[in-house]
């Protein structure tokens, strides 16, 4: 029997999100039906209500950080049972038939993974024809894309680790960060919070580039051992050629060209913003010393319970502030402004009651 869900959606990219109710799909045989407690909030969800990033069909109900706990699970279902502290990141299906989808890195799936929202629903089961998300009571998901979290994480603060933990955990282990890396992080956001505090656990050296000094000390009481100032000329000299890895965490469109000279030879940047618009770069500085401009798309199933247990074994978690679901249009208008300090989370209590 379908079960019934309240939720909040947007209805039109010029809309506020509003009240909604709908059927998720009653658990089938593998399927894992989880009470959603909380749902951190991306940015990339401001862009999906709004259709910034592409054709996004309405009702929407963002959200793809979403922590809870098992309510009913599929028959067929061994790696859960009620009552388990779970999680659901970005993705809740995809081919599995494909060589990304065999080497365990199901972002990669080559038809394209199935999003938490506003994906063609591979499963189907009620008149939903997309997948919609976190910003709910409830959600049905197939048990290879439930992660569990760990019991000495709280779930509100793990929540975001779905999505801003994943997304700066993958890019890290990739390049192998550790002892005696350099790595630079640039924006002290969602996103760049969370890399400061995995590559200081990693036991890399690590700088906070920004354009002002007023998150320093938030940077150094997460393990930043530097801050620099980007508009800063002469700083910005006096760090050339002195990273490994630059993490760009930036959304907006942004000036990238002069923070090349900062990467040493063989060095990388990941971009991890989601921008819409070209960021334009030289070729020169990249041949001069085999410097890479490279990105990363969040992280498979198997490595994002891999980021939930290394933060749970390091006592990470991201710094959060928690609203109810009907603050979710003010929250939206202050992270235009960047005024969160670093994510919000929907406590789904007064959602369910």
Not at 119 to 131: E, H
Not at 132 to 155: K, R
Request: hydrophobic share 40%.
């Amino acid at each position: 029997m379908p079960i019934a869900t309240r939720a909040f959606a947007a209805t039109a990219a010029d809309k506020p999100l509003t009240p909604y109710s709908f059927e998720r799909r009653d658990p089938g045989p593998d399927d894992v039906l989880i009470d959603i407690k909380y749902c951190g909030v991306c940015h990339s969800d401001l862009h999906a209500a709004r259709s910034e990033t592409g054709r996004s069909t309405y009702p929407l109900v963002p959200g793809h950080e979403i922590a809870g706990v098992v309510k009913a699970v599929g028959s067929n279902v061994t790696r859960f049972k009620v009552g388990d502290r779970v999680g659901v990141g970005c993705m809740v299906d995809s081919c599995r038939e494909c060589a990304s989808c065999q080497e365990g890195v199901e972002q990669y799936c080559v038809p394209g993974f199935t999003g938490t929202y506003g994906g063609k629903d591979r499963k189907g089961g009620t008149d939903q024809t997309i997948t919609q998300g976190g910003y709910s009571d409830h959600i049905t998901v197939d048990q290879h894309f439930v992660l569990s979290i760990p019991d000495s994480l709280p779930l509100d603060a793990a929540a975001p680790l779905l999505c801003a933990g994943i997304t700066t955990y993958s890019p890290l282990k990739e390049w192998g960060v550790g002892p005696g890396s350099r790595v630079a992080v640039i924006g002290l956001g969602g996103l760049g919070h969370m890399a400061v505090k995995l590559a200081t656990a990693m036991g890399a050296e690590v700088t906070v580039l920004s354009t002002s000094d007023r998150k320093k000390a938030d940077a150094e009481r997460m393990g930043a051992q530097h801050f620099l100032i980007n508009s800063d000329k002469d700083a910005m000299k006096a760090a050339a050629e002195k990273f490994d890895l630059i993490i760009n965490t930036v959304s907006a469109t942004h000036e990238i060209a002069s923070h090349i000279q900062l990467l040493a030879r063989d060095g990388t940047m990941i971009m991890l913003g989601l921008t819409t618009e070209g960021l334009p770069v030289f070729a020169l500085p990249l041949l001069w010393r085999r410097r890479r401009i490279a990105g990363s798309l969040i992280g498979g199933i198997r490595e994002t319970q891999e980021m939930l247990d290394f933060c749970a074994r390091h006592g990470i978690a991201c710094d959060i502030e928690t609203i109810a679901p009907d603050q979710i249009n003010e929250a939206y208008e202050r992270m235009e402004k960047s005024d969160v300090r670093y994510r919000f989370v929907i406590d789904m209590a007064s959602l369910a009651a």
